[in-house]
């Protein structure tokens, strides 16, 4: 397809279960960005990856987040130890530089 | 604290009515966008603002930037139930990061 997708849509796990999250930017999109969404809030910035230029990993709340990009395609956003406070919506953007981010439907992760 | 405060959080109105969202800061922007988001789905682009005091029209929808670049306002003439939905307030800061900083959303709902 021509958009940003996400796998999985939907992830339910047990607190202290690691999960990884699956994000495929649009074609030729040098930029990738992770946020965050709580029930009825507005998105949190997680991570930001530019080409090959090192990753804005400001956002990340803790060490148990992590996320990687192999070149200018698929990215991984890993949460370990997962707590009940992580449950929220795990989005993911792309854009050409310094242009409209387009935004994937996200995943929704539930931690029991 | 949030950077972006927006206001009302919650509004519902019956179909025809107007409305104005509004979207405040203390900090300083170099753009300023407006997305819409439906539940299940990632925010929609609507517009981005980068000029102070620029005014932007959308059909029904009209944007504007305040001249001091720190708030937005969006109005909507006439609302109509398809106008439902989550809508977000979003600006890149003058640090050069190019993660956007989201307000905390305004959930609309157009009664018919």
């Known amino acids: 397809g021509a958009g940003v997708s996400q796998s999985p849509s939907n992830k339910v796990t047990e607190k202290g279960k690691d999960v990884e999250l699956r994000c495929d930017p649009i074609?030729?999109?040098?930029?990738l960005y992770w946020y965050r969404q709580r029930l009825g809030q507005g998105l949190e910035f997680l991570i930001y990856?530019?080409?090959?230029?090192?990753?804005?990993k400001s956002g990340l709340p803790s060490d148990r987040f992590s996320a990687e990009r192999t070149g200018e395609s698929v990215s991984t956003l890993t949460i370990q130890r997962t707590q009940q406070e992580d449950s929220a919506v795990y989005l993911c953007?792309?854009?050409?530089?310094?242009?409209?981010?387009?935004f994937g439907p996200g995943t929704r992760l539930t931690v029991l | 604290t949030q950077l972006l405060e927006q206001s009302p959080q919650f509004l519902s109105i019956q179909e025809g009515e107007n409305l104005t969202v509004y979207c405040n800061s203390s900090?300083?922007?170099?753009?300023l966008q407006w997305y819409r988001q439906e539940p299940g789905e990632g925010p929609v682009l609507l517009v981005t603002?980068?000029?102070?005091?620029e005014v932007k029209k959308l059909k029904r929808l009209t944007f504007q930037f305040g001249d001091a670049r720190k708030d937005s306002s969006l109005h909507i003439t006439a609302a109509q139930p398809g106008d439902t939905g989550l809508y977000l307030c979003?600006?890149?800061?003058?640090?050069?990061?190019?993660?956007?900083?989201f307000g905390s959303g305004t959930r609309l709902q157009v009664q018919p």
């Open positions: 900090s300083v922007f170099s753009s």
């Open positions: 603002v980068v000029t102070g005091g």
């Open positions: 979003a600006g890149l800061l003058y640090t050069g990061r190019r993660a956007l900083t």
């Open positions: 990856f530019q080409g090959n230029s090192a990753p804005d």
């Open positions: 074609s030729g999109h040098t930029a």
């Open positions: 953007a792309s854009s050409l530089v310094s242009d409209t981010q387009y």
